[in-house]
């Protein structure tokens, strides 16, 4: 490989898990949680939301729905990777709380990053609120 292209803590997953978004009976988006339950992390992947649905907040309540479950299986970190040319996802990751950690490069270019979010009793926090909203939408 000609670039730097790091899974996190060389994260192997033990189950993964994919999680879709719907409304009204439509698949809106998905995406999938690697799980390494030994370490209690997981690795977010293949994150899309289809094109008609893009622009109406649903990037958001995906990955809310991928915290959530996170949060149930009790996960205490999530990482994902993103191109950096693709300012419409940072944006989304950065608005619910992921952080970039890493720059990746690919032949001395930046190629993209790599994100990470702690889960915490704010998150939890946060989640309760975002599912009591979620539910009158």
């Known amino acids: ?6 899974s996190p803590n060389e ?7 994919k999680i879709t978004l719907t409304r009204q009976q439509h698949i809106v988006g998905s995406g999938v949680l690697e799980i390494d339950n030994n370490k209690n ?3 977010i992947s293949k994150v899309k939301i289809f094109k008609k649905y893009r622009g109406y907040g649903y990037c958001s309540k995906l990955i809310h729905k991928i915290i959530t479950t996170s949060i149930k299986m009790k996960l205490i970190k999530l ?7 693709n300012s419409i996802a940072i944006k989304c990751y950065k608005d619910n709380s992921f952080k970039i ?3 990746n490069y690919e032949n001395h270019q930046l190629f993209g990053y ?3 979010l702690k ?5 939890i926090w946060n989640i309760v609120i975002f599912n009591k909203t979620l539910k009158s939408f």
Request: glycine fraction near 2%.
């Open 41 to 43: 992390i997981g690795f």
């Open 119 to 123: 889960l915490t009793y704010v998150w």
């Open 79 to 85: 990482y994902l990777h993103v191109r950096c040319d």
């Open 114 to 116: 790599t994100m990470t």
């Open 101 to 103: 950690t890493k720059k």
């Open 1 to 6: 490989k000609n670039y730097i292209y790091v």
């Open 11 to 17: 994260i192997k997953p033990i189950i993964n898990k």
